[in-house]
Antibody, heavy 121, light 107 residues
């Protein structure tokens, strides 16, 4: 079964750090780019980071650039999101998602169940 | 950043009726537009990619059209499980952006 499973969310104080993980199974992981997408309560989704299959192409949204770092370990079929200097506005459900058909032009066809990050004092 | 607007914000319809949802981009995204369905507590589900191609396993009652800046998602005959929020996403430029959503609820 094709699957993505996120972990690592939780409650953190403003200024703190968290590392999210996304474990993949059921498909040739190193041939697919992966995105992190977050959704704040009551809001639409927001693409915050992208990493290509070989890690050669990485993007960040302006809202997280300089604070978040995406990486992947193809030997472990995993993608990570290191989140530093967290702010209240980073509170959201964080999803990892696979680019459909292996290209970033066609949406995201496989999503994890999401992990909740709450930034609060 | 490309801004997407969706209309209407809410669509109140009965099962069996036709739903027509609109998505407009602030600049051309060619055909690189996707549609998603999201139900409470669930991740978005890809319905349509490249403006008009149904994703794997998506029923034929869902169809997409458009190019450039104006796009439409049509649900030909609403089933009870179709009442949800629908988002469009432009996949042309980074940052890839989503619209604010259209909620399809039961009249």
């Amino acid at each position: 079964e094709v699957q993505l499973v996120e972990s690592g969310g939780g409650l953190v104080h403003p200024g703190g750090s968290l590392r999210l993980s996304c474990a993949a199974s059921g498909f040739p992981f190193n041939t697919y780019s992966i995105k992190w997408v977050r959704q704040a309560p009551g809001k639409g989704p927001e693409c915050i980071s992208h990493i290509s299959g070989g890690s050669g192409t990485i993007y960040y949204a302006e809202s997280v650039r300089g604070r978040f770092t995406i990486s992947r370990d193809n030997a472990k079929n995993s993608v990570y999101l290191q989140m530093n200097s967290l702010r209240a506005e980073d509170t959201a459900v964080y999803y990892c998602a696979r680019d459909n058909l292996g290209t970033s032009y066609y949406g995201m066809d496989v999503w994890g169940q999401g992990t909740t990050v709450t930034v609060s004092s | 950043e490309i801004v997407l607007t969706q209309s209407p914000a809410t669509l109140s319809l009965s099962p069996g009726e036709r739903a027509t949802l609109s998505c407009r981009a602030s600049q051309s995204v060619s055909s690189y537009l996707a549609w998603y369905q999201q139900k409470p507590g669930q991740a978005p589900r890809l319905l349509i990619y490249d403006a008009s191609n149904r994703a794997t396993g998506i029923p034929a009652r869902f169809s997409g059209s458009g190019s450039g800046t104006d796009f439409t998602l049509t649900i030909s005959s609403l089933e009870p499980e179709d009442f949800a929020v629908y988002y469009c996403q432009q996949c042309s430029n980074w940052p890839q952006t989503f619209g604010p959503g259209t909620k399809v609820d039961i009249k």
